[in-house]
């Protein structure tokens, strides 16, 4: 890690970033499939990470819900940032910068929160994929083309954060050939995999969300790294 001026945190390799919604415990043995990343955690996502036998090197947020603080190690760095125009894991976005972010314990509790998420993605101004992992789903955030291997009949749903046109797909039941999709006008939910090569093509736009079951998760993290041009 190097840190920068004004607490920004620069990687050059993919980050865990934990948060503090409830998390299963299927859902954080996957984090077997991150082994060696850095690890950060938004506020109350410390426990989230503890939990998982993992710790930290930064705490990020507000403070006001991780608890037992002062039982940490000195080498586990905290940045406070007090400001509440923001959600603790838009503060950690904010100033995480790495190829790629796979963060747990954003997706589950709270709807509102969830809401709150999807808002923070839908406003990232850069081009870094995002990859959350929930219970139930996984949620991919780009702009740029997505290509997947994936099992027949997935469950495979598109969602624009904002407004976005795409050009082309490849391996979907409804194609999105020169579709634009928006919020309140045309989204792509339950769409279904036909084709084991899954690939999209979007044009111009604010970016979209892949989501997709968490049976396929290690299937997702592969078509992250690889839009994000890491390995492991």
Not at 55 to 60: A, H, Q
Not at 138 to 166: E, I, K, N
């Amino acid at each position: 890690m190097t840190q920068q001026q004004d607490n920004q945190l620069a990687f050059a390799s993919p980050v865990l970033l934990f948060g503090a919604a409830p998390v299963m415990q299927s859902t954080m043995e996957s984090v077997e499939h991150m082994a060696g990343w850095p690890v950060l955690a938004a506020d109350g996502g410390l426990a989230n990470a503890r939990n998982c036998g993992l710790l930290p090197e930064v705490v990020i947020g507000d403070m006001d819900s991780a608890s037992d603080l002062d039982q940490l190690p000195a080498s586990v760095h905290r940045i406070l940032l007090t400001g509440q125009d923001d959600t603790d894991f838009e503060k950690s976005l904010h100033i995480i910068s790495a190829p790629l972010i796979v963060g747990i314990g954003f997706l589950g509790g709270r709807f509102d929160h969830a809401l709150a998420v999807l808002d923070t993605l839908a406003r990232l101004p850069d081009d870094r994929p995002v990859l959350l992992i929930g219970d139930h789903d996984v949620l991919l955030r780009l702009r740029g083309d997505f290509t997947a291997t994936l099992p027949l009949a997935s469950r495979l749903s598109v969602w624009p954060l904002g407004r976005q046109h795409f050009q082309a797909s490849a391996g979907l039941e409804w194609p999105l050939d020169d579709i634009t999709m928006a919020v309140g006008t045309r989204t792509g939910t339950s769409n279904r995999v036909i084709d084991q090569s899954v690939s999209i093509q979007p044009a111009n736009g604010d970016g979209y969300a892949v989501i997709a079951p968490f049976e396929v998760f290690a299937l997702m993290l592969d078509a992250a790294m690889r839009i994000a041009a890491v390995t492991r």
